[in-house]
């Protein structure tokens, strides 16, 4: 009778394939959430914040394009470029969290090796882990040179925006500025105007207007040509700056005619301060040696007319058309309108 051989104990085959079985899903199944932990990452960390800088540039380089648009602050963009970093941080985290485990990860045991001829050899995990390691670093390259490009471009569009600022000031500021006497022109003067008016409505706090005319201004520019009729009227202004309050509002108003704004002035107020400018200027030493005068017209809310700017004007403007008539180098209010009136007619009868 031939000795039974004793075979391999069947028991011990299944529980050795089911162990088998086991370690090769292990990988698979840290490979897949290893891969989509690493995907997760990459949306938080490249794609969402190139959406948000894509949108970032078409909010600021589109004024900058468009000269018909106005510069918008745009606070809700600073705050979504903010969760976009704080999403950026919550994406690092996960990445050093990844790597982190699995660097720790103990390594798993050998497989059950089986007689088995031909079967390939069970790798270690600690070779996956080094693979996936060497492919993350890979990939964090290019991550941290799109991160760098993007915090580079955000500064230079800073500072464009900064500038672009900086320049619609200069141009707002130009667009009401005389350009021989560097004060402002009738434009904005119309506009200022309008706004004391309506706060007078509001408040009745008292605005007056005072509109003053150089005398004989023709001759300085027909005998001494266009160049000194420029330096006395830069002469007026200086005049008018250096003896006027910082809240006045000072402005050429044509030719050599010039405007002031006095607010919080009553009329009496602005009568002492035109009989202190015409006797600056009586005294004032020109660079062409002749002496030049100069006639004001003043007219004040609430004591001459109605509250609204053109009346306000029209009422300064015949005072001093009173002061003209009157013999120029002098002062005068709106009252004095009738009795000018009354003393050419008395003349003329």
């Known amino acids: 009778m031939t000795p039974r051989v004793p075979g391999p104990d069947n028991s011990l085959m299944a529980q050795s394939k089911h162990n088998l079985a086991e370690g090769t899903e292990e990988p698979t199944l840290v490979a897949g959430g290893a891969r989509r932990t690493i995907m997760l990452s990459l949306m938080l960390t490249s794609f969402i914040p190139l959406l948000v800088v894509g949108y970032s540039m078409y909010a600021y380089l589109t004024p900058l394009l468009d000269h018909s648009r106005r510069v918008r602050d745009l606070p809700w963009l600073q705050a979504l470029l903010a969760f976009t970093g704080l999403l950026m941080a919550v994406g690092g985290l996960l990445i050093w969290d990844l790597t982190r485990t699995l660097g720790k990860r103990p390594e798993r045991a050998p497989a059950l090796e089986t007689s088995t001829p031909g079967s390939p050899p069970a790798s270690g995990g600690g070779e996956d882990v080094d693979s996936l390691l060497h492919s993350f670093s890979r990939m964090l390259a290019p ?73 004989g201004f023709k001759s300085v520019n027909d005998d001494l040509g266009h160049p000194a009729g420029d330096e006395t009227l830069r002469g007026m202004a200086e005049i008018l700056l250096r003896h006027s309050r910082g809240i006045n509002v000072i402005c050429r108003y044509g030719g050599d005619e010039f405007a002031v704004l006095l607010v919080e002035t ?66 005068s209010v709106h009252e004095d309108i009738g009795v000018v009136q009354a003393v050419s007619d008395g003349k003329g009868e």
């Open 143 to 215: 991550i941290e040179q799109q991160a760098s490009a993007i915090d580079r471009y955000a500064v230079r569009l800073d500072t464009a925006y900064k500038e672009l600022e900086s320049t619609n000031a200069r141009l707002k500021e130009f667009s009401f500025k005389d350009e021989v006497t560097g004060l402002y022109n009738r434009r904005f003067f119309s506009i200022r105007l309008e706004e004391e008016v309506s706060r007078y409505r509001r408040f009745n706090h008292p605005v007056s207007v005072v509109l003053l005319d150089l005398d």
């Open 266 to 331: 009553s009329k009496a107020g602005a009568r002492l301060y035109a009989d202190r400018i015409r006797y600056v200027l009586s005294s004032y030493q020109f660079a062409h040696k002749r002496r030049v005068t100069a006639s004001f017209g003043i007219a004040s809310l609430p004591e001459d007319v109605a509250p609204t700017a053109e009346d306000l004007i029209q009422a300064a403007d015949e005072a001093l058309y009173a002061a003209k008539r009157s013999g120029k180098n002098r002062v």
